[in-house]
C-alpha cells in the first residue's frame, strides 16, 4: 500500500511538516550541537579569581576588569614602561593556553611569565612584535600565578586589556609556541647573548632554544686523566671585589631586559650591571674589584634581617680555583660565559651544604645546612658561606635554557687521576667559590634571603675578564700551583711577588 501526500488534508500535511522539520532540527543538533557542548571549553581558570598589577590608569580601570568575564570592561596601566597584570588562580594548573583581548592600547613587547609562589618567575611566551587585537597563546607549564608583563607599547598611553584568560591543559614542562606567527620566540639568551651580541643560530650567536653557541667552540678535548707532579698545596688566585649595586629586583640572566622582574639581588664586581646588560655594555663599565681588568658581574640574593638588607662589607673573596685534580688542564673562561650556581628553589638542605665548604658558619658554628637561628652576638661575628660552582665545561656554549646544563661539577675517577671533568663536559675551566661574610648575628630568626630560606642561596657569573689578565693569573696561580691574589702577589708566608705581576689593566710575565 503506498500514501499519495497529494490525497491528504492539508491540516495533516501542516502536522507531518511540523514532524519533520523537529526531526531534523534534532538529528541536526544531535549531529553538531551535542559534539559542540561536548568540545567546547571550560570556563578561563582565571575568570573572576583575584587579580593585581604594577599601576591602574584610574578607578574605573582596575585589574579585576581583566579577569571578570566582561568584554566590556577593561585594566589599563599607567602610561610607562614596564607594567604587569596578574592573577591568582588559587592553586597549581596544568596550563594550555593565554589569551589577551587587547583594547587599542596594546602591548608591541611583552612576556607571560608563570609561577608557583609569586617570586620566582619562568617567562613562557615571549614577543617583541605584537600588534594587539585577540591572541590566543599555546603555552604549558605548572602555575598558580599567571602574569602578563609588559615592556613597550604601541602608543603613548598604557597597557589596556579587556581580558586575562587563563586555560587550563596538560602538564608538560613550561614551554612555549609562538602564536600568532611572527611573534618572537622566549629565549633565555637575554641582552647578554653572545661576546659579540650577535643573534642567530652559527657560532657566536645567541642559538636556539636558550642554547648560546660560543664564538670559539673548543672542540676534540677529552677529560685529563694525567697525574701532575704536585697534588696539593695551592692552586687559585682571589678575585677581592666590594657590593657594587644593591637591593635591585634586576637578573640580566634570568630576566633578561625585565627590570624589577626578579627578587632583589645584590650586585659585586662591575659597576653598570642592570637587566638591560650586555657583554658590550659591561666591558664599558668600571669594577669593584682589586684587579681592574676583572669587569665581571656577580650577583647573588639580598640578604635581609626582618625588612632591613644587609649588604657584605668591604672586599668579598671570590676562589678562582682548579676543580679538578690535573690542574694543568684548567683554561680560562671565554668571553661572555655565564651561569647560575644554585636554585633559588631549592629546598633540600643536604644537596645545598653537599655544594659548600663547610656551610653557613657563624662563630664556632659550622656544618649549618640552614641559617642559624642565633650567633655569637660578639662584633666580630658575621654569618659566612662557602659555595661552590661547577667547573667543568661542555666546550660549545656560553649559556643553557636553566643556565646550568653546559656546566658540570667533576667527578671522581677514583684512580690516581682523582677528580676529572665528566666525559660530556671535557674542558676544565676555574672553579668558582663565594665566600661571603655578612654583619649580621645575635637573634637570626628573622634572618633570610630575598630568595627564601638558606638552601635557596645562589649566585650568578658573567665572564667580562680581560682575556690577557684571565690567562695571566690562571697559568701564573693556578697551573704554577700558587696561591695569589687579583694583584699577582703571592699568598704564602714570605709574600714574595709571584713572577706575575698586575700593571694597570694586564698582568704581564
Not at 695551592?234 to 671585589?241: I, L, R, T, V, Y
Not at 666580630?380 to 646550568?404: C, E, F, T
Not at 682523582?418 to 634572618?447: I, Q, R, T, Y
Amino acid at each position: 500500500m503506498t500514501l499519495s501526500l497529494r490525497r491528504l488534508p492539508r491540516s495533516r500535511l501542516f502536522m507531518l511538516a511540523g514532524i519533520a522539520a523537529a526531526l531534523a532540527g534534532f538529528l541536526g543538533w544531535f549531529a553538531t550541537g551535542a559534539l559542540r557542548s561536548a568540545s567546547a571549553d571550560a570556563a578561563p581558570l582565571s575568570q573572576g579569581k583575584p587579580a593585581t598589577a604594577s599601576s591602574s590608569e584610574g578607578r574605573a580601570f582596575p585589574a579585576s576588569a581583566a579577569v571578570d568575564g566582561d568584554p566590556n570592561s577593561r585594566w589599563s596601566s599607567a602610561f610607562s614602561d614596564p607594567q604587569w597584570l596578574q592573577v591568582d588562580l588559587g592553586s597549581p594548573a596544568s596550563l594550555s593556553r593565554v589569551v589577551l583581548n587587547w583594547e587599542r592600547a596594546y602591548a608591541t613587547a611583552y612576556q607571560i611569565q608563570i609561577s608557583t609562589d609569586a617570586t620566582n618567575w619562568t617567562t613562557v611566551y615571549s614577543t617583541t612584535t605584537s600588534t594587539g587585537g585577540k591572541q590566543t597563546l599555546t603555552v604549558s607549564g605548572l602555575a598558580r600565578y599567571v602574569r602578563m608583563y609588559g615592556t613597550a607599547r604601541a602608543s603613548g598611553y598604557g597597557y589596556s586589556l579587556y581580558e586575562f584568560q587563563v586555560f587550563a591543559g596538560s602538564s608538560a614542562p613550561a614551554t612555549a609556541t609562538v602564536n600568532p606567527p611572527g611573534s618572537a620566540a622566549p629565549s633565555s639568551a637575554g641582552p647578554i647573548p653572545t661576546a659579540t651580541g650577535t643573534t642567530g643560530t652559527g657560532p657566536g650567536s645567541g642559538g636556539t632554544g636558550g642554547w648560546i653557541d660560543a664564538p670559539n667552540p673548543v672542540t676534540n678535548v677529552k677529560p685529563s686523566h694525567e697525574v701532575p707532579p704536585n697534588k696539593g698545596g695551592f692552586h687559585e688566585f682571589q678575585a677581592n671585589c666590594s657590593v657594587s649595586r644593591s637591593n635591585l629586583g634586576d637578573d640580566p640572566i634570568v630576566f633578561p631586559g625585565l627590570p624589577g622582574a626578579s627578587h632583589m639581588h645584590t650586585f659585586m664586581g662591575n659597576t653598570t650591571t642592570n637587566a638591560a646588560s650586555s657583554i658590550d655594555s659591561l666591558a664599558k663599565g668600571q669594577t669593584t674589584c682589586k684587579a681592574k681588568g676583572d669587569l665581571s658581574a656577580y650577583w647573588m640574593p639580598t640578604l635581609y634581617n626582618g625588612d632591613a638588607a644587609v649588604n657584605p662589607e668591604g672586599p668579598q673573596v671570590i676562589y678562582y680555583k682548579t676543580g679538578v685534580t690535573d690542574y694543568r688542564s684548567v683554561r680560562p673562561f671565554p668571553k661572555g660565559l655565564r651561569f647560575v650556581v644554585g636554585n633559588a628553589k631549592n629546598l633540600d638542605a643536604d644537596k645545598f651544604l653537599a655544594a659548600t665548604e663547610k656551610g653557613f658558619e657563624c662563630g664556632d658554628s659550622y656544618e649549618n645546612k640552614n641559617i642559624p637561628l642565633s650567633c655569637p652576638s660578639d662584633r666580630s661575628v658575621k654569618l659566612n658561606i662557602r659555595y661552590q660552582a661547577p667547573s667543568g665545561w661542555d666546550g660549545r656554549h656560553l649559556d643553557s635554557p636553566d643556565h646550568q646544563s653546559h656546566m658540570a661539577y667533576p667527578v671522581d675517577s677514583h684512580s690516581a687521576a682523582g677528580m676529572v671533568c665528566p666525559d660530556d663536559h671535557p674542558v676544565a675551566v676555574p672553579k668558582l667559590e663565594f665566600k661571603m661574610a655578612w654583619p649580621v648575628n645575635g637573634d637570626m630568626s628573622k634572618v633570610h634571603f630575598a630568595s627564601g630560606a638558606g638552601p635557596t642561596f645562589h649566585y650568578d657569573f658573567v665572564n667580562v675578564w680581560d682575556d690577557r689578565t684571565l690567562a695571566a693569573m690562571i697559568s701564573g696561580c693556578i697551573v704554577a700551583a700558587r696561591q695569589c691574589d687579583a694583584r699577582g702577589h703571592d699568598g704564602r708566608d714570605d709574600q714574595q711577588p709571584a713572577p706575575y705581576v698586575l700593571n694597570n689593566d694586564y698582568v704581564l710575565p
